[in-house]
């Protein structure tokens, strides 16, 4: 069959995706065929700057060399043994990633959703076997503006109502407080409480930083209770905010880390749940598991995430990029631009009414050859794969800057 040279093949392809798909996403109308670095390559051709690096999970880019040569090499030797087999990568990435942490021992899974579900099962066994909560009684704190996964269980502690409407009964035993709020925080704690789970930075509610000494007074507050500080770093963890952990800003140490998104190298699902022992000791054969976690791809390409962690280059990059980045969005600040916060290389922008939705600067920006995402309707969240070039970086921001400031 004649196509012609010209003939664009990315409609058809997104009619295709729309009809034929559960209608759970809304996507930029962009047919996405090859990446490197921080741009994308469509079906017909054309690129786009990469700003949202798949939720943070594409921390080194896409394609990166030396994440795609560990898989290549894995793919080639061994890719899964389910965990009734020990394989050659699983100890030593357990142990790097550990050592990375600061932590004895690491749990790996898949999502980020089952790192949180997999933290709730050990926070409330701690609280039987360790704490000493009456059985069945454990509660765990959470923060309001939440966002841990997609579960039911998950869902049930959200307060967006997207998330959870319809999808009930959901598992009891969770409090929600507002975010940043100690006292509130403090107030909720009783005997019963086994954790309290929060995000250091709150991503998905729009880059939503704490209030000074909020994760200081969290830290403190868990350990006079005897109470898990864990910290969901899903997708601000791994050198997005200019440090290893977002927690590392306040110089706090959660009880227990969780890890995802870029912990797979944006190569494969990769999670973690990472704590001392006498936190994850709790757990005995037979008590929890999965059959993909911890499977020699996932480990070996994580095994290179962290190896490229371990240098620290890029938790300095996103620093560096990080302070560019603030620069030139302050300079919007009152001019189609409300608000920003960022840490790092991560940042909510709220747009001015006045211009439009975040979803429509969003299609604005893609005309320009600029993929972003918004949240929460007037917000856009940025956050750039951590090598893109400072360059590519300024010139996607000139194009945020004609788009917002047209109005
Ligand atoms: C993305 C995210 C999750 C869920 O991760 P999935 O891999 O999508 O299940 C959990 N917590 C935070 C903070 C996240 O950003």
New binding site residues.
């Given amino acids: 069959m004649a196509v012609s040279m010209t003939e664009s093949r990315g409609p058809a392809m997104v009619e295709q995706a729309r009809s034929r798909t559960a209608y759970n996403y809304d996507p930029l109308p962009v047919v996405v065929a090859h990446a490197k670095g921080a741009w994308m390559t469509d079906v017909d051709g054309n690129r786009f700057l990469d700003l949202l690096a798949g ?3 594409l921390n080194f880019g896409h394609g990166h060399p030396d994440l795609v040569a560990a898989a290549h090499d894995q793919l080639d030797r061994l890719t899964l043994t389910s965990r009734a087999f020990v394989h050659d990568q699983f100890g030593a990435f357990c142990a790097e990633l550990g050592d990375l942490a600061g932590k004895e021992l690491v749990l790996p899974m ?7 579900e997999t933290a709730i099962k050990v926070a409330r066994k701690w609280g039987y076997d360790v704490k000493g909560v009456p059985a069945d009684q454990a509660r765990i704190v959470v923060a309001a503006g ?6 039911t269980t ?1 869902v049930g502690f959200s307060d967006d109502p997207d998330a959870r409407g319809g999808f009930g009964p959901f598992s009891p035993g969770f409090v929600q407080v507002p975010y940043g709020d100690l006292a509130a925080l403090t107030a909720a704690i009783d005997s019963t409480t086994v954790a309290v789970l929060i ?1 250091p930075i ?3 509610s729009g880059v939503v930083l704490p209030p000074p000494g909020y994760l200081r007074g969290v830290r403190d507050v868990c350990t006079l209770e005897n109470v898990l500080f864990v910290a ?5 963890g791994l050198g997005r905010t200019g440090r290893t952990f977002a927690c590392d800003h306040d110089d706090v140490v959660p009880d227990v880390y ?1 890890l ?2 870029a912990l797979g190298g944006g190569i494969v ?1 990769v ?1 973690a749940v990472v704590a001392d022992s006498d936190v994850l000791d709790v757990l005995h054969p037979g008590q929890h598991g999965s059959t993909f976690g911890g499977n020699p791809l996932a480990c070996s390409v994580a095994r290179t995430v962290v190896a490229m962690l371990a240098t620290g280059e890029h938790q300095e990059r996103a620093r560096d990029l990080g302070v560019v980045l603030r620069t030139r969005l302050d300079a919007l600040v009152g001019s189609g631009i409300v608000g920003v916060r960022s840490r790092g290389l991560w940042a909510g922008i709220d747009i001015d009414p006045g211009v439009g939705t975040g979803r429509a600067v969003c299609e604005a920006l893609m005309a320009r050859g600029v993929l972003a995402k918004d949240t929460h309707g007037s917000t856009i969240r940025l956050a750039p794969p951590l090598v893109i070039d400072e360059a590519d970086l300024l010139w996607g921001l000139e194009q945020l800057e004609a788009v917002v400031s047209r109005a």
């Fill in positions: 939720y943070s999970a898949n999502t980020g959703a089952e790192a949180v939440n966002f841990h996964g997609r579960t998950i995000e709150q991503g998905e969901d770093e899903i997708q601000s969780l995802g998104k699902p999670s």
